[in-house]
């Protein structure tokens, strides 16, 4: 029933009739409006007024209400020039310097200053985001205050003016552009080396206090009279992105607001996370540029996409080759170039971070050495390109083993820049990567780029690391990466050789109570996680546990990776409370972690903590710390990883949880989307979300889909599942219950007793997900006319759940609902009601 | 960004937000970069920066009308929150009076008329109550600089239809202004 006066009904009458006033000639609108209103007086005067409006506004020349927007427009320009003069906290604004991507930029003096400093101020644009943005501004700003270097220009001071717009005062630099500087003065090539060592030296000391600049570009790198250089807006692209809101933007978006597409690496322009790398590589493009007198990719008038496309995949040409040997001293600087500095600049301009140089001191060094007339690292290093990739750790090794559905994920061996900082020592890790780049280049000719050859090449390493007379040092770190590199491969018992002596060896010359030690016996831990055992992972990670919470200073990221392991071994065993303490601890010290490394791991304590919540019923918490997690996940990694797609199945479960299953089912859709995407099908994790799926179609009831989802995963066991993978467990469950549902009594009888012997192969004797496994096959052989086979079944597996997860913890009302089920289909109703109503009782978060 | 103003002419799920604040932000940059220009008294036209800005954006590559007036309808929107918020704030420093010395005590040198803004955009807010798309047909006018037809063709609308809209929004804009 709709009532005669809503509001749109009155209006629409009132428009009808001022539309249809219109149509008459002006001298009859009076009478006509008259007519049409009746004794309806209140429509007649809102019409009537509406039609004087009307005419007022005709009269005035359709003028007064457009000029007033023209005017604010001239009032808004004019805005800027009027501040000249003004002062803004402790400056005065002198003169406007410029107008940039960046904000308008001033030059001002300290007027409470006798001396009356130069400084420049800057406006940084104002963003879409509020007080959040700013907040941070003002926490990144005393970052960048602290970076004292004769390289970098001071920032001074900042803020917020009242109005809510941030600026920054830094030094005034008087000086001009790199590239402008050494051409003006004709400057030669080592003259030109020796400014990019000036360069590197302020870069390499930002980055060693984790600042990173992400705008490298001649306009940034000016130089003075006096051939100092001096790096402006370090850290600033950040601060502004952040004030702009832009990471909470699409990349696509977010990544066209501060950059400089000439200079941009391929992880900016593709809008990834950008590390130390990434100035690494407009490092390579500034000094491209400085020697050859060109960029190496022509970007000119092209459009983002095409310039994503070629700085993505277009390899960079050698500097020497795009030289105008026509020009004065042009064959002369080309022949300078050849050799060792194309390999230099082509080993910074590398489209993989991890293949760049890994640190600016290392650009740094091998341009010393081109001065020096000493052999380049880089040349040497072009040797070990191609298989280098694999000897380079991993940051995260997500495990392949995973207990059921509701399992953690997991297994980060460490994750903070300072241990791994702490295990390069510089001689020891030089002396090892020798050894290594040695027994590398030895096997080189018959590498083909295939596992098996590199197999080889690592047992040919293992023989001789035995014969070979290394210190204990070097031999650590010579196995540690041995170690790591095979459990890259999967091959586990000749990685945990290594990484057990490696251990060994570094407890003894280091002590126990040391990052390196710790590093090893972390990857010791991972490794007896792959071999499911957790007892002995727990015990090596309460070792890594005690030591980085006895090392000084202690290192949040790495002691938060410590207790997020711990957490996962003890989840794993069962014990989930203690799982969700430790986690919360952990999760303590990864907030409190700055190391950007640290941060990319909190997707992972996120949701490895959402996942206990919904151990224990409390879904919307969980929800809570998932949406957090995808959040972060989006932000460090993009949507496209396969993290995104784990947390994306883990949700899904969620969602199932709260009771929302279309959501869930669109969501573990889209978790098997994005890991197809980026793993493929042979993935554990792709199989994994497959799995989930098999579930949740089981749950629905939808037999043929879940048979012919939770076959895919059965079928690649002992392929690509590796077979006592607990995963696989759980999908001949939905394999055997989607048979027998279909009519298969007997194939169901196979499949459900091969998951239970799995899960007791598998896990310790009192783990609840045996309990479940049976409760499922009692439950089986009861529906299919064989109680007296299944009730025992049943009722061991209830009291073996309450015991262990507690009366009313969902599998154990669970497993009560399907004793109820079967006894009520023997007749046995009364029975089968009390077990109704233990399964009905609802568990009551604490 | 081609490509977003080619998901816009599509009509693509989201391309306008994604879109909003990347014209905002030109829009914002183009205004204050006339200020380096000799101001020659000619009275400046928001038409003027949204094709500007257009022109920057979509850059040489020629998008099809649609895609076009799909932009001027976004353009419009960021328009006009840039000129009210800028009105909105100046109007604040100036009831605040002259005790603090803020960034935004600059903006009282000049004119223009704040007030009479506020009060218009005011007034386009409960026309858009009463009837969404007449407001949507002078914001796409005053603040996208757009023709009847033009606007017509952003709201996927008839002619006459735009016409009937532009000319009730003007009466009830006037009454409601006058009314002050």
Known sequence: MRDRSHPSDAFARVRALFDAALEHPEAERTRFLADACG????????????????????????????????EQVAALVVDRASLIGTRIGAYELVRLIGEGGMGAVFEGVRADDQYRKRVALKFLRRGVEGDLAIRRFKY???????????NIAALLDGGVTEDGQPYIVMEYVDGTPITHYAD???????????????????????????????????????VSEAGQVKLLDFGIARLLRESEGADQLPPTIGGTHALTPEYASPEQLRGLPMGTPSDVYSLGVVAFELLVGRRPFDLRDRLLVEVQEIVCSQPAPAPSSLVDVSSDGGTRRRRQLQGDLD???????????????????????????????????????????????????????????????????GGIVSTSRAAARAERDQRVAEEANRFLSTMLAAADPGYQGQDVTLRDVLAQAAQDVESEALSPEVEAQVRHTLGQTYYELGLYDSATVHVERAAELRERVYGEIDMRTSMSLSYLAALAEQRAEWARAESITTRVLRIQQSLRPVDEGELATAYDNAARYVFNLGRLDSALALQRIGLVHRRRATDSASLDALP????????????????????????????????????????????????????????????????????????????????????????????????????????????EVVDAIGTHLPEGNLYAAASLQNLGLARAAQGHV????????????????????????????????GHHYAMTDRLARGEPLMRTAIASLTEVRGETAPPTRAAAARLAEALERHGQADEAARWRIRAAEDSTPR | MTQLLQALADGVDGASDALAPIIYDELHRLATALMRRERDGHTLQPTALVHDAYLRLAGQRGMEW??????????????????????????AAKRDGGHRVTFDDALLADGGRPLELIALDDAMQRLAVLHARSAQVVELRFFGGL??????????????????????ARAFLQRELDAG
């Open chain 1, 39 to 70: 004794d309806d007086a209140a429509l007649y005067d809102e019409v009537s007024s509406l039609l004087a409006a009307l005419e007022r506004h005709v009269r005035s020349g359709d003028a007064s209400v457009p000029s007033v927007v023209a």
């Open chain 1, 140 to 150: 990144e700003r005393q970052i960048l205050a602290n970076l004292g270097h004769a």
């Open chain 1, 184 to 222: 003006t003065r004709s400057l030669d090539v080592p003259a030109r080396v020796a400014l990019l060592l000036q360069v590197c030296a302020a870069v390499q000391h930002a980055h060693a206090n984790l600042v990173v600049h992400r705008d490298l570009k001649p306009g940034n790198i000016l």
């Open chain 1, 343 to 409: 390999a230099i600049l082509l080993q910074a301009l590398r489209k993989e971070p991890e293949r760049r140089y890994t640190a600016v001191a290392q650009l740094a060094d091998d341009l010393q050495r081109v001065l020096d007339g000493a052999p380049v690292a880089a040349r040497r290093d072009a040797l070990t390109y191609r298989v280098g990739k694999f000897l380079r750790r991993r940051r995260f090794e997500v495990a392949a083993l995973s207990v059921v559905f509701l399992s953690l994920l």
């Open chain 1, 604 to 711: 992972y304590t996120l949701i490895n903590m959402a996942v206990s919540y919904m151990n224990r019923d409390e879904h919307v918490e969980a929800q809570r710390l998932a949406i957090e997690a995808l959040a972060a996940e989006a932000r460090v990694h993009g949507t496209e990883s396969v993290m995104y797609g784990s947390i994306l199945r883990l949700y899904s479960q969620i969602y199932d949880g709260l009771g929302f299953p279309d959501s869930a089912d669109a969501t573990i859709k889209a978790s098997v989307d994005v890991l197809e995407r980026t793993v493929g099908t042979d993935h554990p994790d792709y199989l994994r979300a497959l799995g989930v799926y098999a579930q949740h179609r089981v749950d629905a009831k939808d037999w043929v889909t879940a048979e012919r989802v939770a076959r």
């Open chain 1, 746 to 777: 007997a194939e169901g009888d196979d499949w459900l007793s091969r998951a239970l012997a799995l899960r007791r192969q598998v896990l310790p004797a009192q783990h609840w997900l045996i309990a479940v496994s049976e409760s499922v096959l």
């Open chain 2, 66 to 91: 649609q895609g076009r007036s799909h932009f001027f309808g976004v353009a419009a929107q960021a328009m006009r929150r840039i000129l009210v918020d800028h009105a909105r704030r100046r109007d």
């Open chain 2, 147 to 168: 023709e009847i037809d033009e606007a017509a063709t952003v709201l996927g609308i008839g002619r006459a239809t735009a016409v009937r809209d532009w000319t009730f």
